[in-house]
C-alpha cells in the first residue's frame, strides 16, 4: 500500500508531536511510530523543561550555563537562538493544554521552578516528577483533535526513500522521498511517500546495559539517516545520568536530579559524602562530573551502588514534590523519607546525533531531524540538565518556520517509487541470533565504551561490534523482517557510529572521557566529529 500526505513524521514523542500540531495548518500529516503513540522518552521525563521565566533569572545567565556544561562545544549561536525563544515555546505549550506545577504563595513567578544540576538558577518548568507524561497527554489531545493528522501506531520505519537508491545513481544533492515502513500488526511494508520527512525517532539509551531509557530508544533515527547518506555528528558524547535507581525489579527507574536540586545529598556506603572533592557544586555539579566521580568511588570501593540521601527533607514535601519517585521507592520497600536511596549511573541522552543546521535541515534536502535524534550544536560535549525537551519544541517551530516559507513552491515529486521488495521471504528459526547479538552489543558498549574509555577498550570495542554487525546483516537478507531484527540492525549500527566517533576524538571533553588522552586539547578550536558513509568506507580501507 502506498500512503501520501504532506508531512510524513518519524515518532510521536515532544519533536515528533510538536511539529506535525503546527505542519497541520499547512498540510496532511501522517505520524508513524512504532509503539503506542505514548511511547516514548519524552512519556518519562521527569525534571521538566528549563527556560528563563523568573524575573530573577536571566538569558545571559541560562546561556552561560549551556556552554559551560557543554565543555567548549557548543555552537554559540544556537544556544542563544534557543534559550531566548524558550520562553515562548513554553507558552505555546501551557496554550496547547500543559499543566505545569504552579508556585505556591506566588513567591515572584507563577510557576514552581525546580533546580538541576549546572543550572546557577532556578529555571526548569515541571508538572511534579511527571513532567514528560503531562507533555504527552497534552499533546497527544491536541494531535488528535486534529483532522490534518493521522497517526499510525505499531509502525515501525525501516528504511529512508532516496532518489539516489531509486535511481542507483549517486546524486550530488540527494532528497529524501518518504520511508519504508513496516506494519507491525499485519506483517507487511507500506510505502509512506511526503513532500517533506522529519526524523523525530529519540535517542538510543538501549545499546547499553544499564540506561534509563524506555525500549523504543534504539537509534533508528540515526542509523537510517546514516544509510540515507545524511552527517552523523558527535556520537561520543552518550550522556550518563548519575542517578538511576539500584534494585534488581526497577532497572531502568530515574530518580530526578531535581532531587538532588531540593537538597538531596550523594554519599557513599559508609555514609562519607565524597562529591566536594570532585567540584565546587557537589552533588549538583554537571552530570558528567557526577557520573565519573561515581564511577571512580565504584571502582576504588568495589561497592555496587552509592546512595541519595534525601532524608533532610520531611515527608510531605517529598510526597509532594516527588509522588511519582516516592510512591515508586515505597512500592520496592525503600522509604526515601527515611533512608538513602541507592543509585548507579546509566546511559541517559544521545548529545550527539544526525546533524542539522539551524533550520533542522539534515544534508539530505526535505528531510528534517528534530529531538533527541538531531544534533544542533545546543548541548555541546554534555547537556545541561533539561534542556532536551526545550531544544525539542525550538527546533519543531524552527523547522515548521522554514518550511512555511517554502511550503507553496514545493512540489510533489512524480517518481515512482517500488514497493518493498521482500526479499529473504523465510521465517526465521534462529530467533537466538538477534537475543544473544542484542545482550553482545548492550554488554560491550558498557564494558568497553562506558563512562571511561581507553584505546584499547575502544579497539576490543571496534572488532566484536564489526564481528556482529557482519552477523546481522547476513541474517538480515535471509529471513522476514521482525521489529526485533529491524532494532537489532539499527542498535548494531548506532553502536559502530559511537564507537568510530569515540576512536575519532583523540583528547577528553564532557562525556567522552580516554585515559590515553585524559586532557582537553584546547590547541585548536574545538570540532565536532562527523561521521558518512563515505567516511566509513574510507577508515575501512585503511584498516
Ligand atoms: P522520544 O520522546 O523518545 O520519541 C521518539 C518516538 O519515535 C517514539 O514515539 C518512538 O516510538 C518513535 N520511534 C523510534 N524509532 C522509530 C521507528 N523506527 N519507526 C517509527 N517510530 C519510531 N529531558 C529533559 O529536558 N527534561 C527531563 O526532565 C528529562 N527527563 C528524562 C527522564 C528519562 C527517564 C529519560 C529517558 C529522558 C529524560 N529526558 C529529559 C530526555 C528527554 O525526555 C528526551 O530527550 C526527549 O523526550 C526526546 O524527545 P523526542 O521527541 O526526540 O523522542
Ligand atoms: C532528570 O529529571 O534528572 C532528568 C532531566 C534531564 O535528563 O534533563
Redesign the pocket.
Known amino acids: 500500500m502506498e500512503i501520501q500526505s504532506d508531512f510524513l513524521v518519524?515518532?510521536?514523542?515532544?519533536?515528533?508531536l510538536a511539529f506535525s500540531i503546527k505542519a497541520a495548518g499547512l498540510g496532511k500529516v501522517s505520524i508513524?511510530?512504532?509503539?503506542a503513540t505514548v511511547?516514548?522518552?519524552?512519556n518519562?521525563?521527569?525534571?521538566?523543561?528549563a527556560s528563563v521565566t523568573a524575573q530573577t533569572d536571566s538569558f545571559e545567565s541560562h546561556i552561560r550555563d549551556t556552554l559551560e556544561s557543554g565543555a567548549g562545544l557548543c555552537n554559540e549561536n544556537i544556544v542563544r537562538y534557543v534559550v531566548t525563544e524558550g520562553p515562548g515555546r513554553i507558552d505555546e505549550l501551557i496554550d496547547w493544554g500543559v499543566m505545569f506545577t504552579r508556585a505556591e504563595n506566588n513567591k515572584g513567578t507563577l510557576y514552581d521552578l525546580g533546580r538541576e544540576g549546572g543550572h546557577t538558577h532556578r529555571r526548569v518548568l515541571h508538572a511534579s516528577d511527571l513532567?514528560?507524561r503531562e507533555i504527552e497527554r497534552a499533546l497527544i489531545e491536541k494531535a488528535e483533535q486534529n483532522n490534518n493528522i493521522s497517526i499510525y501506531e505499531n509502525?515501525?520505519?525501516v528504511n529512508l526513500i532516496t532518489l539516489s537508491k531509486l535511481t542507483g545513481v549517486p546524486q550530488i544533492q540527494d532528497r529524501c522521498l518518504g520511508a519504508y515502513v513496516f506494519d507491525v500488526e499485519h506483517g507487511c511494508v507500506h510505502t509512506f511517500r511526503a513532500r517533506f520527512i522529519v526524523l523525530?525517532?529519540?535517542?538510543s539509551?538501549k545499546v547499553y546495559l544499564i540506561t534509563?531509557?524506555?525500549d523504543?530508544?534504539t537509534g533508528?533515527?540515526v542509523a537510517m539517516a546514516f544509510r540515507a547518506g545524511a552527517e552523523i555528528s558527535n556520537m561520543e558524547f552518550i550522556q550518563f545520568h548519575p542517578t538511576c535507581l539500584y534494585h534488581p525489579e526497577a532497572r531502568s527507574f530515574?530518580i530526578s536530579e531535581a532531587v538532588r536540586g531540593e537538597g538531596g545529598i550523594l554519599k557513599l556506603k559508609s555514609g562519607a559524602t565524597f562529591m566536594e572533592k570532585y567540584h565546587p557544586l557537589k552533588s549538583l555539579a554537571p552530570r558528567d562530573v557526577v557520573a565519573k566521580a561515581i564511577d571512580t568511588e565504584l571502582k576504588k570501593s568495589g561497592d555496587e551502588c552509592v546512595y541519595l540521601d534525601i532524608t533532610r527533607r520531611d515527608r510531605r514535601f517529598l510526597e509532594n514534590r516527588f509522588p511519582h519517585i516516592y510512591r515508586k521507592c515505597i512500592e520496592l520497600g525503600i522509604d526515601m523519607a527515611e533512608e538513602p536511596i541507592p543509585v548507579v549511573p546509566a546511559a541517559?541522552?544521545q548529545c550527539g546525533g544526525v546533524r542539522v543546521n539551524e533550520h533542522g535541515e539534515t544534508k539530505v534536502d526535505r528531510l528534517y531531524a528534530c529531538?533527541?535524534?538531531a544534533c544542533t550544536g545546543l548541548h555541546g560535549a554534555n547537556r545541561l540538565a533539561?534542556?532536551?525537551?526545550?531544544e525539542?519544541v525550538v527546533f519543531a517551530h524552527r523547522i515548521y518556520t522554514r518550511i512555511s516559507m517554502v511550503y507553496e513552491s514545493t512540489q510533489e515529486g512524480i517518481i515512482e517509487i517500488p514497493a518493498w521488495d521482500p526479499k529473504g521471504a523465510a521465517e526465521s528459526d534462529e530467533s537466538i541470533v538477534v537475543s544473544n547479538n542484542w545482550d553482545e552489543i548492550r554488554m560491550c558498549m558498557w564494558n568497553y565504551v562506558g563512562i571511561v574509555r581507553s584505546n584499547k577498550r575502544l579497539e576490543r570495542a571496534r572488532r566484536r561490534i564489526d564481528i556482529i554487525l557482519q552477523e546481522i546483516n547476513e541474517y538480515y537478507w535471509n529471513f522476514k523482517i521482525t521489529s526485533e531484527l529491524l532494532e537489532l540492525r539499527n542498535l548494531a549500527m548506532v553502536a559502530k557510529l559511537i564507537i568510530e566517533c569515540s576512536c575519532a576524538r583523540k583528547e577528553s571533553r564532557g562525556l567522552h572521557f580516554n585515559l590515553d588522552y585524559p586532557g582537553r586539547d584546547d590547541s585548536d578550536t574545538p570540532k565536532d566529529t562527523i561521521i558518512t558513509k563515505a567516511i566509513l568506507r574510507g577508515l575501512k580501507k585503511n584498516t
Open positions: 518519524l515518532g510521536s514523542g515532544i519533536a515528533g508513524v511510530t512504532k509503539k511511547e516514548s522518552s519524552t518519562y521525563a521527569q525534571g521538566g523543561i513532567t514528560g509502525h515501525f520505519a523525530a525517532t529519540g535517542g539509551g534509563t531509557n524506555p523504543i530508544a533508528d533515527g530515574l541517559h541522552y529531538g533527541e535524534v533539561s534542556n532536551s525537551l526545550l525539542a
